[in-house]
């Protein structure tokens, strides 16, 4: 099998499992003899649909070339970013890589923040992603209330909402109308839940004059053509996107139980995204047990890299990816005990 030009099983990235819609590939098929165009009513067409999609009117939307350009964009509108940490690494890498100063929101050993929405007031832009990636929780939403009310810029990154079951429901801007959040960004991704990652496209969403001055910053069409009918396709078939969600949905706890199963790990999390996250086991490196899948061809990302040692992040996959990722951690363990759940992935996950 190959994924993304690479050999093996990748569970590392949190790319969808279910695939893109037929209908955006049908579309990119159909339209590429257009591909000498530049994509000049396409952008509207698209906007607008993105905005029906989340029921905002079309001049809350700039579509954007992926998480990084809507960072960079909203970093020209400030001097600070602040960021949680361990956390995403493209919001400080684009602070440093822009010159902007970059300051670290610690967490607690509950996974939540322990700087104040007081001392975030009006100081920059301040970067959530929520669910956060990459431990999958949802932070309390008091803090996240007060930080969207008070800061300078408020960036709420929701690539993973779709994932959150019924702790997140409704359209995109529901808890927090534009009207009344005028320093508020959404990121909206279509990576994971639309099965779009390949295609680099992504969408802020907030209010209109602040949409306005972004867009007066972008380069000129930072999104093509080839992503542009790829996302109208996938929208025009919610049918596909209900399907990708309720997969993650219901494979996520068979993989929570095989981790916490497996003598590797220590434990393993819920989450409200598309991953699970686990803590090998004292005396096991998370680098080291990586490295050995490897060698495997199975890929999973030593959370580490984040800044959260000693955790590995899996991305959930169908129940065969799972036997096979279970299989390789047999292998990958060097000190292996009397399991008597060594197959827990062909067992039903306890009820929580």
Avoid at 223 to 246: F, I, M, Y
Wanted: some cysteine.
């Amino acid at each position: 099998m190959v994924q993304g030009g690479v050999a093996g099983l990748r569970l590392d990235w949190n790319e969808c499992a279910g695939g893109p819609s037929p209908m955006a590939v049908a579309r990119v098929a159909a339209n590429a003899a257009d591909l000498h165009r530049y994509p000049r009513g396409l952008l509207s067409e698209v906007s607008e649909a993105v905005a029906r999609e989340n029921g905002v009117d079309p001049g809350s939307v700039l579509l954007t070339n992926g998480v990084d350009e809507a960072v960079d964009l909203v970093l020209t509108l400030v001097d600070t970013a602040w960021f949680v940490s361990p956390g995403f690494d493209s919001y400080p890498h684009r602070a440093a890589v822009l010159g902007r100063t970059a300051r670290p929101i610690a967490l607690d050993e509950h996974w939540e923040p322990t700087v104040s929405p007081a001392e975030l007031a009006g100081q920059g832009a301040v970067f959530i992603a929520h669910p956060h990636n990459p431990t999958g929780h949802l932070f309390d939403s008091a803090w996240v209330d007060a930080v969207v009310a008070g800061a300078e810029l408020a960036f709420l990154d929701t690539t993973y909402a779709a994932f959150a079951g019924p702790d997140l429901q409704g359209t995109l801007t529901d808890p927090y109308p534009l009207d009344t959040h005028p320093r508020l960004l959404m990121f909206r991704s279509f990576s994971k839940s639309h099965g779009l990652a390949g295609v680099r496209l992504g969408a802020l969403i907030g209010a209109p004059g602040l949409i306005s001055r972004l867009r007066g910053n972008q380069r000129f069409h930072s999104v093509d053509s080839v992503a542009l009918h790829a996302l109208a396709g996938a929208l025009d078939d919610p049918g596909h996107q209900l399907k990708l969600r309720e997969q993650v949905l219901t494979e996520r706890p068979y993989y929570v139980k095989a981790l916490r199963a497996h003598p590797v790990f220590a434990e393993a999390r819920d989450t409200h995204a598309n991953f699970v996250v686990a803590r090998t086991r004292d005396g096991l490196s998370s680098a080291e047990v990586t490295r050995r899948l490897a060698e495997q061809n199975v890929w999973v990302r030593d959370c580490g890299e984040f800044g959260l040692t000693g955790w590995l992040r899996i991305s959930v996959g169908t129940r065969d990816e799972l036997g096979k990722l279970v299989d390789a951690l047999d292998a990958a363990d060097p000190f292996p005990g009397p399991c008597p759940a060594r197959i827990p992935h062909r067992t039903t996950p306890a009820a929580s």
